[in-house]
């Protein structure tokens, strides 16, 4: 692996690694030795994430070119992003680095090109350098992550950093607290993801428990534009950004070596660190922020040396469609049914009432021309209850089967020819999905309204009860959630 | 010549080197060998020049620096733009490249500085440099530009890339297919240049026809701006662009060797090529995007090596303005006119009617002072009827012959001495007319209201009919719509 | 010293020799020589500054890195000034080229970091780079500045170039013409300044009796906005630019060898110097704006090398805050008072009617529980009639003994243990006052609705009558309009 997409896709061995060599770098300095073209292409804007990327790449001897905003780019004039990338490698770029505002943007140009793409942000979803550059300053403080107490404070909801903090955490034996208000708490989806990681978190709306606690604070930036607007917005988020903004006076209990952490910027007119936090011995945001610019050498010269090890995932070698069953009374079945069907295809087993759904996606309505039974509420000796559908003449393609099994999973299909069942099973659905779903996240790539013309990718991470992934934004849908394209 | 300003200054046989020497930089690779510094000046937004040009002129060796849009210098401020490019100059540049919203802003800036300018782009009268690699393109391809057939299609009226490269198909043999909506028609003085270098376009609205028949097609963005306002606008864009939009599915008919080319960027809300045509063999615009660079580096080396071999034109060595005429009643003319002169100018010949217009342009209406005689509608051998105008003790200058020769161009002027012609001629207008006329163009930089003081300049292409043709924006005026200064 | 903030701050030694040093890079050419960082921060846009400093940087071999202007950066999104020149301090960055909208950023940023800021201008404040150009400019046409009629010509309020070049011409001796409409004087405080230095300017609104006498003329741009909106602003600024902008014809008077310098850019739309002022001899702006580059590498060759000479100022080293008096009747006062304190603090000599403003400052109308007396209008020897303050069982702090030099300025202070004097004395101010006085300057980077949370700092320059600095603004204040925090 030569992206750095998401930091799912990283191993804890290859987080780990990357620290020890971002901590050398800023030790013991580092060679200009790459001579390498960098294409530093913010779509959004941003300061840290893009001058500490270009100065990093400069100090790995790289040539730097690209934009520091959509301001005055081809972005403005409405090009596809696939466009711009392909542009870049075309004029001899060896890698790129990138921050847009929607999800899955980063994947999407990484799946578009051949150069490696680290991911300076993508929307509210990822942002691994960051959290790279966020733990290697934990292991700078503390000399190990594992065992510590960690409270993520402010905005859960939109704060990319902590989200894809919150994803590496996965990986060590640590106990999160969250600290939000209601109104911005760390999505229910993403904590679940944390869950199936086997590990649980600690809520706490009270911030001075938590200072009392833990040992390392990771503050964030609670945004105006969060709240309505008008006073009652004002209100609300004066409260909210009043009970989670710290000053050094709050610090009174924290413990000795607590460490506090920002993503930073800060923002000067209401701010959630005191001016006064900053000499404190807690701060050590202003030095993460450093941190920042030895990390992304690191990956720099990872990208251009031996790449990254993967995270394996559970399903990804699954490419199964289809499960044999045995065809014991093939010819009888040819024959008897309540409709004969010569040639064809029986789905049997549908659960009762799901018959529809499957004449639908199957776009059974649409063939006039094809003669189709559709037998409803059957008596079934698994379900109790079951529908049955029969189409005569037709075998059902591979797009059509992975269609059946998202809107049913335990159907049982009959393929007959010359009145006989020649071949059975059951439809699993293989990992990968393409062109099937419809992403259902506003701010995904894939959205139609975007126009950015990303096919859909989504990867099945649970076969019962579905559970589907978007190859871009990262976002799991359940089955009563996936609509088909 | 070491300025790159318009395609009408390059003689074939520097295009078709410029083509092999950049074709040459994209198969070998380069050295970076130059020293220099490039001031990379984009008063109007762009991706795919600027990051072109830079990493072309960083490729050969050169620093760059300057400013991707006009935010933030100070354009915005109301700096004119001599002044800016001066100060490029100034700071020790050896050469511009630059893009600006004003038509004749690339020529004005080269006739200001002493060192090289490049032109990446000058409102909607050219693109040189992307017609160059354009041209490039088409060479890798097909191993030759004469004979082929050559579609131009969408947005004729605007796109400055179809312009400059129908200016450069002048020089050679190929069929030029204009397949445009009527309202987005090229404008009609551009086919007349064309035509005047003895060529013929094929005018065609149908698409489907062009891409069964041409070798290229040369596809470019159909804006929704150049449509009016509101519903009806929208009903018509959406026409146009229906039918001018290309799709995999319309190329069944296309020749097996085909190629599809775009500058690009492509529009993502209304693709005038869709994403599947990417993948065929006919799409070529990635490509060609990344020609781009090669050309540029190209380009380069010219600018800092021999410099370009410029096209000859028709009259440029043409200095004259006064042709002798033999003096045969000198003293009886003195003595026997209308209205005698002792000292003075006598125009004789006038076309009928055209002599109040003579009076206006050298002012006479104001001198009170100046004794003058207007004979009107007299019998004259040549014109059937003439208008003979006397001016008592002056005689004129070269700009009020200049002027004269501009209203009417079979004058002839008697000088006239102690009651006798000393000199007797006509007016012929010289290749180079300066500060005489004014520019018609509203998008010329020479046009009063943008205020960049620039100097009118002319060139006489033809003296009868007269046609000139702006130095800046190289539009063409006849006489009837000079409109002196 | 290693930054360039103000011109305040630099001797003339330093400043000749500078002006020695650009000429000579000017005339010899430099080699890359440093291998630095330096960061360019235009929290304000800027053309001419940034590039030739960029531009300078690179002559000189340092790598540059930073933003051209607000837009796209994280200050838009509320950063503190502080935060975000620690980030680029923290990312290796050798020294720091900054200009910014608020007066005192550069200083605010030079008390943050630990390496060197260049100031590019700090709201209406200060130039200090683009005074040492002026300066380099006059040097090289003239051989000298000692001796010269210098005329500063237009807006004289605003423009930050004539404000320093003003203090740079305290070092000189030079007659100064101020040139401008009376709405746009330069501030009184800066005169004031001027005058403090010894020295005299000429006042005088006639532009031609300016061009007639002087040897240097050095015009600045009229901004249309500094006039009121509407037809009446109209009207004036018509009248005011017509009056300050210069055209060749208007030179006749002028003498020989004057230069005709101005800062640029100027507005294309109402010419402060017409373009026909270009070819004249006079003319120098072209060659001044090309020799700020040069002054530039002067200026970074420097700060990597030996630094500035500080120029010393008045009252630098005095930090005296208390002036011993003779205590003649301690213990009888102790006992005899009107209010006989055992232990406390007897303020007495108090300008009659200043005992409010003690009282205030010293915040005892709070202190409920300390008793206090507060005697007004005794008879006194010193001031006819006095004020007089005791306060029981109080020993006044460093910060409220500068408090109450800053309302009132010959009051003695008697401190009072056992019934006796112990201590009696004269409060004098130190030279540098902390947190104690708010900047009365809207555009001082301290003012509290931009919410940069700068420390307040004064610096005392006269003890009587007081006379205050801001360390930020540097705008002087006076006894009343001092306010304190």
New interface residues.
């Given amino acids: 692996m030569k992206s750095v997409i998401s930091i799912r896709d990283f191993s804890r061995k290859e987080i780990d690694s990357l620290i020890v060599l971002a901590l050398e770098k800023k030790r013991s300095g580092t060679v200009k030795k790459l001579n390498k073209?960098v294409a530093s292409l913010?779509f959004e804007?941003?300061?840290?994430t893009r001058?500490?990327s270009?100065?990093a790449a400069?100090?790995e001897g790289c040539?730097v070119?690209?934009?520091?905003?959509p301001?005055?780019?081809?972005?403005?004039?409405?090009?596809?992003l696939?466009?711009?990338v392909?542009?870049?490698e075309?004029?001899?770029?060896d890698a790129i680095v990138m921050r847009h505002n929607l999800e899955g943007a980063a994947r999407l140009a990484c799946d578009t090109v051949s150069i490696p793409v680290i991911n300076g942000g993508d929307g509210s979803n990822s942002h691994p350098t960051q959290t790279l550059l966020d733990l290697m300053t934990i292991v700078e403080a503390k000399g190990k992550i594992d065992g510590l107490k960690i409270a993520l404070v402010g905005d859960l909801k939109y704060g990319r950093t902590v989200h894809t903090l919150l994803q590496a955490f996965e990986l060590y034996k640590v106990e999160v607290w969250l600290v939000s208000p209601e109104m911005l708490a760390m999505p229910e989806w993403r904590i679940e993801d944390y869950k199936k990681a086997g590990k649980e978190v600690i809520f706490n709306d009270d911030l001075m428990q938590a200072i009392s606690t833990v040992d390392v604070l990771y503050m964030t930036r609670i945004q105006r534009e969060r709240f309505p607007e008008g006073p009652e917005g004002d209100f609300e988020y004066k409260k909210v950004s009043g009970i989670y903004n710290l000053n050094a006076s709050m610090l009174k209990e924290a413990k000795k070596d607590l460490i506090i952490l920002h993503p930073?910027?800060?923002?000067?007119?209401n701010?959630e660190i005191a001016?006064d936090v900053d000499k404190t011995p807690y701060a050590r945001y202003?030095?993460q922020?450093?941190n920042g610019?030895f990390m992304r050498q690191a990956i720099i010269e990872r990208v251009f040396g031996k790449g990254f090890e993967e995270r394996k995932k559970k399903n990804e070698e699954h490419n199964l469609l289809w499960q044999d069953l045995k065809i014991e009374h093939g010819k009888k079945m040819g024959q008897h049914m309540l409709y004969r069907l010569e040639n064809g295809t029986l789905i049997d087993h549908i659960e009762a009432g799901k018959g529809e759904s499957v004449i639908r996606v199957l776009g059974l309505g649409k063939y006039k021309e094809t003669p189709m039974i559709y037998a409803k509420n059957l008596t079934s000796k698994r379900f109790g209850k079951k529908d049955v559908i029969g189409i005569k003449d037709k075998e059902l393609s591979e797009e059509e089967l992975s269609k059946l099994a998202l809107v049913c999973s335990h159907a049982t299909v009959n393929m007959i020819r010359d009145n006989s069942v020649f071949k059975k099973g059951n439809v699993i659905l293989p990992y990968k999905l393409v062109e099937l779903i419809e992403c259902n996240n506003p701010g995904c790539i894939t959205y139609k309204k975007h126009?950015?013309?990303a096919v859909s990718v989504f990867y099945v991470e649970n076969q019962d009860p579905l559970r589907v992934r978007c190859h871009y934004c990262e976002k799991p849908m359940s089955r009563e959630e996936i609509k088909l394209l």
């Fill in positions: 073209k913010f804007n941003s300061t840290r001058t500490s270009e100065t400069e100090n040539y070119n690209g934009f520091a905003g301001e005055g780019t081809s972005v403005m004039k409405g090009e596809p696939v466009d711009t392909r542009m870049f075309g004029y001899g770029y930073l910027p800060r923002y000067k007119h701010l001016i202003i030095e922020a450093r610019m126009h950015e013309h």
